[in-house]
T-cell receptor, first 116, second 112 residues
Framework: AQKVTQAQTEISVVEKEDVTLDCVYE???????LFWYKQPPSGELVFLIR??????QNEISGRYSWNFQKSTSSFNFTITASQVVDSAVYFC?????????????FGQGTRLTINP | AAGVIQSPRHLIKEKRETATLKCYPI?????VYWYQQGPGQDPQFLIS???????DKGSIPDRFSAQQFSDYHSELNMSSLELGDSALYFC???????????FGSGTRLTVV
């Protein structure tokens, strides 16, 4: 069985601060995908990144960066110089890399509030 | 680029009524997933279809049923609605495992 834990229920920071959202996962599968999604107040799920378990390279996309550490089963997400528009609920998710339809297992989500 | 289309966007029903939610996947995507997200909760997997056959089932109540049609669109049928069924219902589609789940904008169901 898979499990994703986002221990931080809510985070509140002031604009321009850096913030890191933690994600820890459990799986017996040797190959899997990890995802991050953003859910703004409007409700849609916005895809941010997908990481293959084979690839432990960190990734940077503008102000966003992701740190994948297979040894600690963590896939943390950092926003640098946060902005008010970053306020949203962020979900980390996991799925095994297997044939056939494989569901996404989500973490509980972290509500991030960026204050002006 | 075409996205996953869900209809309706909003739906208000009374207790004990029925509701049908529709999902149109991205063209050439053969797998559809349904998720339910209650207020303040993470999305919970309900059911999935691969090539028009049910492939996995999660915590879907017996009052709910779903199917995938020959054109790959899917419908989630919900009967005897309860107040607790009020939630955001997402559909997602993929072309193959983990290739990138594309979510629709969701249907917000309110049961009164």
């Amino acid at each position: 069985a898979q499990k994703v834990t986002q221990a931080q229920t809510e985070i509140s920071v002031v604009e321009k601060e850096d913030v890191t959202l933690d994600c820890v996962y459990e799986t017996r599968d040797t190959t899997y995908y990890l995802f991050w999604y953003k859910q703004p107040p409007s409700g849609e799920l916005v895809f941010l990144i997908r990481r293959n378990s084979f690839d432990e390279q960190n990734e940077i996309s503008g102000r966003y960066s992701w740190n994948f550490q297979k040894s600690t089963s963590s896939f943390n997400f950092t926003i640098t110089a946060s902005q008010v528009v970053d306020s949203a609920v962020y979900f980390c998710a996991l799925t095994p890399l297997l044939q056939g339809a494989q569901k996404l297992v989500f973490g509980q989500g972290t509500r991030l509030t960026i204050n002006p | 680029a075409a996205g996953v289309i869900q209809s309706p966007r909003h739906l208000i029903k009374e207790k004990r009524e029925t509701a049908t939610l529709k999902c149109y996947p991205i063209p050439r995507h053969d797998t559809v997933y349904w998720y339910q997200q209650g207020p303040g909760q993470d999305p919970q997997f309900l059911i999935s279809f691969y090539e028009k056959m049910q492939s996995d089932k999660g915590s879907i109540p017996d009052r709910f049923s779903a199917q995938q049609f020959s054109d790959y669109h899917s419908e989630l049928n919900m009967s005897s609605l309860e107040l607790g069924d009020s939630a955001l219902y997402f559909c997602a589609s993929t072309a193959r495992t983990g290739s990138g789940y594309t979510f629709g904008s969701g249907t917000r169901l309110t049961v009164v």
